[in-house]
């Protein structure tokens, strides 16, 4: 079974911009969270969906936000990006029903100059 | 926020040696995770704990899920080169929430 997809693997942009970041959960898998991990405040929780519907957000501002599709793939997005944005961006998902095993996948990092 | 406190921040071993890390928190958590995370890679699931008590294992790997459920311990038995990375423990305060809050990470170093 193949594990969480992200894409694209390594970004980079400029202040002010936009990005789109791309997520393709485990088969079957119908939860998705984003996290964002930095060296100076480590792994953070972003937001999680389920249904196409947004459950839990954690304490970033409106700049950060996502989506979930019919097919669980999910997206997230940061506008007018700032130095600070760069980091890398986890995704997980996981079974709705049951335990709660969060399955990563390997991160898109962004930079942004 | 919530925060996990998780110690030792690093650690430098010698191969065959015994690994012992744990996390603490104010709170109380209804799961546990303990993840490692290798260089340019997402963290990787190594044992998942439910219940106040439990110990579980994986391989060379074990893990408690503390009586008081505000904190939790990973030993890792006969240390070898691939056990480098960074592990880190997780905590979910709320039942069928996908929200973990995640310690600062233990770094290990093995010197063959």
């Known amino acids: 079974k193949a594990g969480v997809t992200q894409t694209p693997r390594y970004l980079i942009k400029t202040r002010g911009q936009q990005v789109t970041l791309s997520c393709s959960p485990i088969?079957?898998?119908?939860?998705v969270s984003w996290y964002q991990q930095t060296p100076g405040q480590g792994l953070q929780f972003l937001f999680e969906?389920?249904?196409?519907?947004?459950?839990n957000k954690g304490n970033f501002p409106g700049r950060f936000s996502g989506r979930q599709f019919s097919n669980s793939r999910s997206e997230m997005n940061v506008s007018t990006l700032e130095l600070g944005d760069s980091a890398l961006y986890l995704c997980?998902?996981?079974?709705?029903?049951?335990?709660?095993?969060?399955?990563f996948g390997s991160g898109t990092q962004l930079s942004v100059l | 926020g919530q925060q996990l406190n998780q110690s030792p921040q690093s650690m430098f071993i010698q191969e065959g040696e015994d690994v012992s890390m744990n996390c603490t928190s104010s709170?109380?958590?209804?799961?546990w995770l303990w993840y490692k995370q290798e260089p340019g890679e997402g963290p990787v699931l190594l044992i998942a704990?439910?219940?106040?008590?439990e110990l579980t294992s994986n391989g060379r790997l074990t893990a408690q899920f503390g009586i008081t459920r505000k904190d939790s311990f990973l030993n890792i038995s006969a240390s070898i080169p691939s056990d480098v990375g960074i592990y880190f423990c997780?905590?979910?305060?709320?039942?069928?929430?996908?929200?973990?809050?995640f310690g600062q990470g233990t770094r290990l170093t093995i010197n063959p």
């Open positions: 997780a905590g979910q305060l709320v039942q069928g929430a996908q929200k973990l809050v």
């Open positions: 088969s079957g898998h119908r939860s």
């Open positions: 704990l439910y219940k106040a008590g």
């Open positions: 969906y389920f249904s196409e519907t947004q459950r």
């Open positions: 709170s109380i958590f209804n799961t």
């Open positions: 997980a998902s996981s079974l709705w029903q049951g335990r709660e095993k969060l399955f």
